[in-house]
Nanobody, 122 residues
């Protein structure tokens, strides 16, 4: 059973930084794509960033380019999202997700974490 557990969310002032972590367990993730998706109440899920677990290729939503960085540590089975220059509009619940094929973009995934709240105060 795949489990994804996020941590690292919280409150930060605009312009600040946060690093989210996602601990993955339950199988080996070769040939998987891992991603971060965010959602605010009343809005659709939004693709933030994705990474190929094996090769490390990455993709980003337009709003994340230049500010956010996704990475993974295969030894620790952990995916990270470093978020810099945060804005009030980045406030959302951020979800870690895993997909059983190596497509890096989009919001359709096979497994989801429980989410972690990020609040950016302007």
């Amino acid at each position: 059973q795949v489990q994804l557990v996020e941590s690292g969310g919280g409150w930060v002032q605009a312009g600040g930084s946060l690093r989210l972590s996602c601990a993955a367990s339950g199988r080996t993730f070769s040939n998987y794509a891992m991603g971060w998706i965010r959602q605010t109440p009343g809005k659709e899920r939004e693709f933030v960033a994705g990474i190929d677990w094996s090769g490390g290729s990455t993709a980003y939503g337009d709003f994340a380019k230049g500010r956010f960085t996704i990475s993974r540590d295969t030894a620790k089975n952990t995916v990270y999202l470093q978020m810099n220059s945060l804005k009030a509009e980045d406030t959302a619940v951020y979800y870690c997700a895993a997909r059983r094929y190596r497509v890096l973009v989009g919001t359709e995934y096979d497994y989801w974490g429980q989410g972690t709240q990020v609040t950016v105060s302007s």
